[in-house]
């Protein structure tokens, strides 16, 4: 490549754009030192974290600031905690892990936060850890597969209704369903990417100590476009049940292909986010019927908790021309219900004691818009709340039919199924 | 032998698809020497116009798709002219181009971001969902319908190339900028024109895009890789080679999806590339 | 500038940054300047290629990787101390620097872009499905509660970072001033006539990629124990790529320093504006930022003082 160096004159005007850009960067990179002093005089109670709102996961890290947010105004309402106003003071990770330890070490030493808690993934949670442990906080977790397996730290509390063995017990309930139908044979197929990797290796050791025969067992690239090659791939082995580990644009993709290829198997579904959004319910509609999916909370009367309709109705008025996922279901009351974990504990305790914040926590089932929440001694929920539904009696793409009880049918949990199991699939997913 | 002959016509959809995307890229990188990273984030302005109009009117997606790339084709052309101004006037383009185009990239990434948020995009066209089944062979209308977009527009644009005066003069100005000149056509007009055409393109193959699959702003990144690998293993400066080569990735792709395990996909195509390289620089089908 | 004035500020700077790790116990510092040192690394290794010898690396992410996953491949067979992960990593990243230059480096400039990207792609494939290193699931890497000399674990990270960078930076400015520098702005400025007149391209090419491909992979060392959980999303970021350029460009690519100007300059925005005004408008900011650095000065910062100092010497 050949390069010239030409010698070109620089008129005063761009010399000073430089100038006053420069002055402006570093008037902007000293702003936060002037509102940290304004606030001193308040005192407020701040709980700082990290949050994705820009990069992959901000589909879900968007709405669960927002849900935060609403929590936040209704502490304030009733007075604060512990007499205090409470703030939240937040950074944009973009979905990379490296900015993370910084995030929290300006949280903790520059911006002063009284409290800390997570951001929104694993990749996003786990960087943090090292930092939270040397200084003894108290972590609400909101959204990682596992990330306590590995430190095994005593004040981390994950709000994923998982279970004590979170990478087990995931697909329990989609194989326990099974598991009474006399099948033989399955298909595992899931996501080259974290989430789904641990889903469908769970689902794995599932379907081994339940004697099925697994006869596919492949992964794909996250930048797959089509995916009727992997259907069909599927097909060919001939499963009784079908078990995907996915994100949200390729669990659209593979929810097509199986429609679009008429997929024969007794039993669809599994681990595959993206099916709980609004934006996919909609635009799948029908094809979503029949298909046993996880999922955390459904409006079906058996999960009518105390809290969460209020708490719904003002996520979708604040929702409204975001460009986020309207309906709210998913993330939304997590992400409200980890923080009010932490306020209530600080209510309960009296005072930001992060000792005596984690044995309070460690001990007591909280009662949130999510229901009863207890945490187990690895900080996982003490009994797994996974949520197996099943699609059924969808007729059009219309948005109002998801926000009424009737389209996603408990299965599993016991305690809160609502409605009966549709099987096999191919009969399911004709109503 | 059915799964063979599906693999086969899948990935010769799927190839024509990527075609559509890489299309444009034929053009500004293949012919012009203008390393556009940034025509998949085009790609995806397609896709969100597409989608907007497509949810307020109910227009089928394609026909948006075309309806827009006048609109483009307006915005390739002030965006070469910048370039030109900035690069292409005093002699830097090669990596300077390279980093105005990154800028562009995030921009227009944010930009879509901001307005319309991070939730997945969709459309609703009657034929997505609906399968042709030939014999043994099924056919997707969501596959099916992109695929003979993306041969109607790799026709025209050829067409385009070797039938029409301006055309020609695009091509000339790809082989000899000064023998143009001496012609008395206007280079800087020339390129303008064939940016503001691989731009127009983007329109289209956005279009295609929401119609294949949900959208949201950072899915751009996956093509990057893609749209230039194809280019340049059709050869730079072949239109026919753009098509052939993201034919052969498509089924290449499929193949490795259908028979070993889609997690090596990737590996294959770029490997294919990178054979190609080694073994025959200029590509498929190019002349220098 | 002088040799014997270059080492000075360069143990300077060292001995500066071992006393801010005592001195400062605000380790928010220490993580933001790790982030710019690697950043700086990856620049000045980046403009050996691209800078001095004029061939664009598309795919310098592969090459981070190359030392990330090296990292994590030894701290998981048998945690070996540091020097050796960083000098396994220097030997592979080198290894694989030569052979993509053997095979592509007699194409076109432009072709060997893409294959340094199609490599960067293949490589990432290799990662996510080697499960011994977590593939597309991740890896933990746990960090010391305790190291030698420094309150804490980032301080050594931060200072071996700033031993590393001087190192590159010594090494990049040494290949400058060498014959083999003149060798590769001859190449740069036309390989055909370089050629002609007897200068051994090729080899000087592939000690090019070799240099910067184990420069790039000992910046990825340290990267595990940074991050705690590694997964190839992550490693093979497009950012470390973009800016891996841009940080060159914008400082200037002809001297040894540009790079690092680049680096300083933009690092410090990207690391300042993620902790301020975080939001997507901080990517927004730094993609203008880019377009209008590269319009006003497509010979980087450097490029342009030296017009400038040209300038008033002609007139004055």
């Known amino acids: ?431 | 032998m059915d799964l063979f002959l599906n693999a086969i016509v899948s990935g010769l959809l799927l190839g024509g698809f990527y075609a559509a995307v890489s299309l444009g890229l034929s053009i500004s990188f293949g012919q012009l020497d203008i390393v556009n990273i940034a025509h998949p984030a085009f790609v995806i302005t397609g896709s969100y116009v597409t989608y907007m109009v497509n949810r307020a009117l109910g227009l089928d997606p394609v026909l948006i798709g075309l309806v827009f790339s006048p609109l483009f084709f307006v915005v390739g052309a002030a965006v070469y002219y910048v370039y030109y101004v900035s690069f292409e006037k005093t002699g830097q383009e090669a990596l300077s181009g390279l980093v105005f185009f990154f800028g562009l990239m995030f921009i227009i990434e944010i930009s879509l971001i901001m307005v319309y948020g991070v939730d997945y995009r969709l459309v609703a066209a009657p034929y997505i969902g609906v399968t042709w089944r030939l014999g043994a062979v099924d056919l997707p209308l969501r596959m099916f319908v992109p695929f003979v977009t993306a041969l109607i527009m790799t026709l025209a644009i050829h067409l385009f190339l070797a039938r029409t005066f301006a055309g020609r003069a695009v091509l000339a100005v790809a082989q000899d900028r000064l023998a143009l000149r001496l012609m008395g056509a206007d280079p800087v007009k020339v390129k303008q024109l064939a940016f503001g055409l691989s731009i127009a393109t983007a329109a289209v193959a956005g279009s295609l895009l929401i119609i294949i699959g949900p959208v949201e702003p950072s899915v751009d990144r996956l093509y990057i890789g893609r749209v230039f690998a194809i280019v340049v293993l059709g050869g730079m400066g072949s239109i026919g080679g753009t098509l052939v080569a993201a034919l052969i990735l498509g089924v290449a792709e499929t193949f490795v999806a259908t028979f070993y395990g889609p997690s090596w996909a990737p590996a294959v195509s770029f490997g294919i590339l990178l054979v190609t390289l080694a073994v025959r620089p200029q590509g498929i089908f190019g002349r220098y | ?316």
């Open chain 3, 1 to 316: 500038m002088r040799s014997l004035v270059f080492w000075s500020v360069s143990a300077l700077i060292f001995a500066l940054g071992l006393v801010a790790t005592k001195l400062l116990a605000n380790e928010f510092f220490f993580f933001a300047g790790y982030a710019i040192l690697q950043a700086t690394i990856m620049a000045v290794a980046w403009n050996i290629l691209g800078g001095f010898t004029g061939y664009v690396n598309f795919g310098s992410a592969g090459f981070f990787a190359v030392g990330v996953y090296t990292s994590v491949a030894l701290n998981k067979a048998f945690d070996p101390p540091l020097i050796v992960m960083l000098l396994a990593a220097a030997l592979i990243g080198g290894l694989i620097g030569l052979a993509t230059g053997y095979l592509t480096l007699r194409l076109r400039g432009v072709y060997f872009a893409i294959a340094t990207l199609a490599m960067a792609i293949v490589l990432e494939t290799v990662a996510n499905n080697w499960a011994y290193v977590g593939g597309a699931t991740g890896a933990y890497i746990l960090t010391p509660k305790t190291v030698l000399f420094f309150d804490d674990y980032i301080e050594f990270l931060f200072a071996l970072m700033l031993l590393l960078s001087l190192g590159a930076v010594a090494i990049a400015r040494q290949l400058q001033l060498s014959r083999i520098g003149q060798g590769l702005s001859a190449i740069r400025d036309d390989e055909i006539a370089a050629e002609c007149m007897g200068v051994p391209t090729l080899r000087l090419k592939l000690v090019s990629t070799t240099i910067m491909g184990a420069l790039m992979a000992l910046a990825g060392v340290p990267y595990p124990f940074f991050v705690t959980y590694v997964d190839p999303l992550s490693a093979f970021d497009l950012t470390i790529a973009v800016n891996a350029i841009a940080m060159p460009m914008i400082g200037g690519t002809a001297l040894w320093f540009g790079p690092v100007v680049g680096a300083l300059l933009l690092g410090s925005v990207q690391q300042i504006v993620t902790v301020t005004v975080s939001s997507a408008v901080n990517v927004l900011i730094v993609g203008v930022l880019l377009v209008i650095f590269i319009v006003v000065a497509p010979q980087g910062i450097v490029g342009l003082i030296r017009d400038q100092w040209r300038k008033r010497r002609a007139h004055g």
């Open chain 1, 1 to 431: 490549m050949t390069r010239t160096f030409q010698s070109k004159s620089l008129p005063a005007t761009r010399r000073q754009v430089l100038r006053t850009a420069a002055a402006g960067g570093a008037m902007a990179a000293t702003s936060p030192f002037w509102l940290n002093l304004a606030r001193a005089a308040d005192a407020p109670i701040k709980i700082g974290f990290s949050m994705a709102l820009t990069g992959g996961l901000a589909g879900a890290g968007k709405p669960a600031l927002i849900a935060m947010q609403i929590w936040r105004d209704d502490i304030n309402a009733k007075g604060g905690l512990l007499g205090r106003q409470v703030e939240l003071v937040h950074y944009d990770d973009q979905t990379q892990p490296a900015n993370v330890p910084k995030i929290y070490t300006k949280l903790l030493n520059v911006d002063g936060v009284d409290l800390v808690v997570s951001g929104y993934g694993t990749n996003l949670i786990a960087p943090a850890m090292p930092i939270i442990m040397r200084k003894g906080m108290v972590f609400m977790s909101l959204f990682g597969l596992a990330a306590n397996d590995e430190f095994k730290y005593d004040r981390y509390f994950q709000i994923m209704p998982a279970g004590p063995e979170p990478k087990i017990d995931w697909s329990r309930g989609f194989i326990e369903l099974a598991k009474g139908k006399e099948l033989e044979t399955i298909a595992l197929v899931g996501a080259d990417a974290e989430f789904a990797k641990n889903a469908v290796a769970g689902a794995r050791t599932n379907a081994q100590n339940a004697g099925f025969k697994i006869v596919y067992d492949e992964s794909y690239p996250p930048s797959t476009t089509d995916y009727s090659p992997i259907v069909r791939a599927i097909q060919a082995t001939n499963p009784d049940i079908v078990y995907v580990g996915s994100y949200p644009p390729d669990s659209a993709g593979m929810v097509r292909a199986a429609n679009e290829l008429d997929l024969q198997t007794k039993m669809f579904g599994g681990g595959m986010v993206g099916l709980q959004y609004a934006s996919l319910m909609t635009s799948l509609g029908p094809m979503l019927n029949g298909i046993v999916n996880y999922d955390f909370w459904v409006p079906e009367p058996t999960l009518n908790f105390p809290g969460i309709q209020e708490f719904l109705a003002k996520y979708q008025a604040r929702a409204k021309g975001q460009g986020v996922d309207p309906l709210g279901y998913y993330l939304p009351p997590f992400a409200y219900a980890y923080v009010q974990v932490l306020g209530d504990a600080i209510t309960a305790v009296g005072s930001l004691d992060q000792q005596a914040l984690g044995d309070y926590i460690h001990k007591t089932t909280f009662n949130t818009v999510i229901g009863p929440v207890q945490f187990g001694a690895n900080g996982e929920w003490a009994k797994s709340r996974t949520l197996m539904v099943q699609y059924q009696n969808i007729t059009s793409n219309d948005l109002e039919q998801f926000k009424h009880a009737g389209k996603r049918i408990v299965l599993y949990p016991k305690e809160w199924v609502s409605g009966k199991f549709k099987f096999p699939y191919t009969e399911a997913k004709k109503a």
